[in-house]
């Protein structure tokens, strides 16, 4: 992968992506552009990197998943009041479908 793509190109691509994963219908690549400001040849290109990078495959099996969720828990304080209202049972760390809320999170993507 390209080192020296920007996180503005990145998070876009990877939006792009998990965008046409999840759905038939895909918004075209002309259209990330113009709402990005990225060119469409830059957003191409950084789409087939990326998706090199990754072997072309967007999902995980449930143990890599539950994997990365416990990386991400090591590194989160969830006691914090981020996760409260969330019953996961005790000791418990989200899983599929178990509603991980992560739009307490303020960025400015661009």
Known sequence: MNVMMSPR???TVTLM????????ISTPNTVWAYVSGIDTQTLNDAER???ASLGYTL???QDEYDEWVALIC????FDSGLMAG???GRGKRPRVG????LDHIK????
Request: proline content about 0%; charged content about 35%.
């Open 17 to 24: 992506l998990a965008k046409k994963f999840l759905e038939d």
């Open 98 to 101: 178990q509603g991980l809320v």
């Open 9 to 11: 190109v990145m998070i």
């Open 74 to 77: 090591r590194f989160s304080d």
């Open 49 to 51: 990197e990326v998706l």
């Open 86 to 88: 969330r019953d996961l």
């Open 107 to 110: 960025t400015e993507i661009f």
């Open 59 to 61: 999902w995980l099996r």
